[in-house]
């Protein structure tokens, strides 16, 4: 943030206006004078004496700090009170401006405030004197000498007052001026103690000039007392000072303003016209240039300092001091000379043994005033706590950083995009909706456990890159966790959010190549809206994670969240303890679906389907119980139920004469369970079933899920002489060559294709494929959802053997089966070597 410069400052130049008037003040004065003067000059010895006196007197700057404030005087009245009651006129007036010009000359001034103020000290002793010889004429040292020398000294300080407030309105404004007039009691108090100080110097000497040994011996004992003085004073001050520097980096640490606090105070201590921190850009940190100017409030974005200085001390790793009885490194000084700077230190700012930035002082206030070494000790002190300061405040704002982005994708994660999303949610206008948009990564699980997890974080990192660069530069994209994603923007309507999920998929969809490896990544996409879905960002987090899982049912949509994904899930989680319940008491009950040869209609088998009838939801349907038990851990009961049930039945039909098979569905899930075989293996001794006559159906997206994982499970249930299915085949994106390298016997062509077949040559055209390279393979094949004539003599002339569907039975519990098949199963065709066949439905 840059500083505003001073309202309606000048160039120095223009001090000239006030230089010249006071030049041709003190001529005119000295001119007077001259005049009424008989003899103007003279009483040179003495006049060298006083000359050399008030060099001496004006060179020292006494330093007093009263209530916390800093008083600067000099000793030039005492010998200007001498010099009143010793000399002529005009002599006066001619010493006390030939010290003005040593003095000034001394301390190196520019030519425009070396000439204002010899001009100043000219236009003072000459006012001065043309008061003096206004009044009465001095007599003896009593009191009327000592009011005729204070109004003729006092002269000398009024026009030095003018001047300068008036110079520093014409520079600076009337606000700078007020301010010089402000500090006017103080130097007049000042001013008046020399004074009365020369008054008594020059009644010592008049009674006797011995008195100048004493006096030289008390001017020796109160130097000695001030430098005691001043040692102790700039110690406690620098002291206080640092107190202060500490407590407020420590406080403005925490709330970003540590540069304004720092840099503020360092010039103070300083005592400095510019305080500059400069650090070089740093990860994600730019690059900061800040100074701190006498007299501006703010920080300016520009340093003073020369950069060859600055290189200098951050290669050397040490203070680089330039100026004044330092460092006299000639092509320093003449960069110095560039930037119209007298002296600067620069101290590098250390992190361990890195060096992190720089810290600078520049100009000494007071034209002549310079920083010494003694200087340098008390600023690396301050560098010291500066450096530590803003190693806490970066490792703080980096902490902070890290707590709302995600490690891996820098992204926001689910924290930040809750924040955003509730303060968009507050500031949304009229007329349009905050939009959530979450995609879910398809397949990333199988990345992971076939490629490694460094393969899959290259996926999240691209799919993060690509969603940053296509979503709008409004939206705010972040990293919900996992393989999720999450985008939030005020749009127009739910209808635009839905199109900008959709363009976004279509974006992060094509092929990933990494390294000689390509990789066709999907997404599933939930949206969610406020107002319409939720009025807080918890609301729309969970709704838009509904609407995302509700879209992996379709690979690769979109979709809108709805009322009806909530009640389903609120069902579910109602379900939970409902379900364990009904495990305990039996209330799950097994259904029976026939399955039968296409050509002759002779049964073998049934698949095994649980039911369960709530008391309260009525009948619930399958997926949604069997996806309550696997998040609630009672998978495994559910299965063995399922499979106790399946076997004892086939145990009793075989006692009875009617062999017959049993197939049982299996959730992906239950694959993972490396004891599944063992427990399959003891169920099948203890209703003494052969392995045979089971047949364990998996999904198609559970055995071909892209990973290895499923087979070791599937080869020793294998070994154990259990077949092997795989349902709703053709539903996913597998291919039969795929099958060929799994341990299965049997494919179950989907519902889908085989109610299509009759109207749709592409769905014919599937299970043909199907049933033909499945026979080539040594598979058999199984149609589901055989519901019509036509559909059956279609399965029967492209060589399907086994079906089931309405057209044969819908699933029956085991009374109505029984009762099914006395009335569809002939009794003369049923023999000890055959399977029952079942009657012609007319």
Not at 270 to 276: G, I, N
Not at 413 to 438: C, F, M, Q, Y
Not at 509 to 529: H, N, S, W
Not at 606 to 613: D, G, I, P, T
């Amino acid at each position: 943030m840059a500083g505003q410069g001073r309202a309606g400052s000048r160039t120095t130049e223009h001090a000239w206006l006030i230089t010249g008037p006071m030049a041709l003040f003190a001529v005119v004065c000295s001119t007077i004078v001259a005049l009424v003067v008989r003899e103007p000059f003279g009483d040179w010895p003495m006049a060298a004496l006083l000359l050399a006196a008030m060099v001496a007197a004006g060179l020292p700057v006494l330093n007093f700090t009263v209530r916390r404030h800093s008083v600067g005087v000099t000793l030039t009245e005492i010998p200007l009170v001498l010099a009143f009651y010793l000399l002529r006129p005009l002599t006066v007036v001619v010493i006390y401006t030939l010290a003005a010009i040593i003095t000034h000359h001394r301390h190196r001034l520019g030519a425009t405030k070396f000439w204002f103020n010899v001009a100043r000290a000219a236009a003072g002793s000459s006012l001065a004197v043309l008061v003096l010889q206004a009044l009465p004429p001095v007599q003896g040292v009593g009191p009327g000498t000592w009011l005729i020398l204070f109004a003729a000294a006092s002269m000398v300080n009024l026009v030095s007052i003018v001047s300068v407030a008036g110079v520093h309105t014409l520079l600076q404004g009337w606000q700078a001026g007020r301010e010089a007039i402000r500090k006017t009691p103080l130097a007049l108090l000042t001013a008046a103690i020399n004074i009365a100080s020369g008054m008594v110097v020059l009644i010592l000497i008049a009674e006797t000039w011995w008195s100048v040994v004493l006096l030289a011996a008390l001017v020796v004992a109160l130097a000695l007392v001030y430098r005691a003085y001043a040692q102790f004073f700039r110690q406690h001050r620098t002291l206080a000072d640092m107190y202060e520097l500490s407590r407020a980096i420590a406080e403005s640490g925490q709330d970003g303003t540590l540069a304004d606090a720092l840099l503020g105070r360092v010039r103070t201590l300083m005592q400095a016209e510019y305080a500059t921190l400069w650090l070089p850009a740093q990860g994600r940190h730019p690059e900061v240039l800040l100074t701190a100017r006498n007299g501006d409030s703010g920080l300016l974005d520009l340093a003073k300092t020369p950069a060859s200085v600055r290189q200098r001390a951050r290669a050397q790793g040490r203070a680089v001091t330039v100026g004044r009885g330092m460092t006299s490194d000639p092509d320093l000084r003449a960069d110095l000379s560039v930037q119209r700077i007298k002296d600067v230190i620069v101290l590098p700012l250390r992190s361990g043994q890195a060096v992190i930035g720089t810290l600078e002082v520049a100009n000494r206030l007071g034209d002549s005033n310079y920083f010494v070494r003694n200087d340098v000790p008390v600023f690396e002190t301050v560098a010291a706590h500066a450096a530590v300061a803003l190693e806490n405040s970066r490792l703080v704002d980096r902490l902070r950083h890290d707590a709302y982005h995600d490690t891996l994708t820098k992204l926001p994660n689910r924290r930040r995009i809750t924040s955003a999303l509730d303060e968009s949610v507050k500031i949304r206008a009229p007329g349009e909706v905050v939009a959530l948009l979450l995609f879910d990564v398809d397949g990333l699980r199988q990345v992971n456990e076939s490629l490694g997890h460094a393969a899959g974080d290259k996926v999240l990192v691209e799919v993060a890159d690509r969603l940053r660069a296509s979503a709008p530069s409004s939206a705010l994209v972040g990293r919900a966790g996992g393989d999720e994603f999450l985008v939030t923007m005020r749009l127009e309507s739910a209808e635009a959010a839905v199109d900008l999920a959709a363009q976004l998929r279509e974006q992060i969809r094509d092929e990933m190549v990494f390294d000689a490896l390509t990789l066709d990544v999907d997404t599933a996409v939930g949206v969610a809206v406020h107002p319409d879905h939720g009025s807080d960002a918890a609301t729309l987090l969970q709704r838009v994670d509904l609407a995302a899982m509700a879209a992996k049912s379709v690979p690769g949509s979109v979709q809108l969240f709805n009322p009806g994904l909530e009640s389903r899930s609120l069902r579910r989680l109602g379900l939970a303890g409902d379900l364990r319940r009904a495990l305990d008491e039996g209330k799950l009950e097994i259904y029976f679906q026939p399955k039968v040869t296409l050509r002759d209609r002779r049964l073998v088998g049934v698949e095994c389907l649980a039911r369960w009838e709530h008391p309260t939801h009525g009948t619930v349907a399958p997926e949604d119980f069997v996806a309550v038990a696997e998040h609630t851990g009672q998978l495994s009961r559910l299965t063995e139920i399922v499979l106790r049930e399946g076997l004892r039945r086939s145990r009793d039909w075989a006692q009875a004469e009617q062999p017959l098979s049993v197939a049982v569905n299996l959730s992906p899930r239950t694959l993972t369970d490396q004891h599944f075989p063992d427990r399959v293996q003891d169920l099948l001794t203890e209703y003494g079933v052969p392995p045979q006559r089971l047949t364990l159906e998996i999904t198609e997206a559970g055995v071909l899920d892209g990973t290895d994982r499923p087979v070791p499970t599937l080869r020793r249930l294998r070994d154990l002489g259990v077949r092997l299915s795989v349902d709703d085949f053709g539903t996913g994106d597998s291919s039969l060559a795929h099958l060929r390298r799994l341990p299965v016997h049997e494919v179950k062509v989907d519902r889908s294709f085989v109610q299509g077949m009759a109207t749709d040559p592409g769905d014919l055209a599937i299970v043909n494929a199907v049933v033909t390279l499945s026979q080539q393979f040594g598979l058999a094949v199984v149609a589901e959802g055989v519901e019509s004539e036509l559909t059956l003599e279609l399965l029967q002339d492209i060589g399907c053997v086994i079906g089931q569907g309405f057209l044969f039975s819908r699933p029956l519990p085991y009374e109505r089966l029984e009762a099914w098949f006395g009335a569809q199963v002939d009794p003369e065709t049923i023999s000890g070597a055959e399977l029952p066949r079942l009657r012609v439905v007319p």
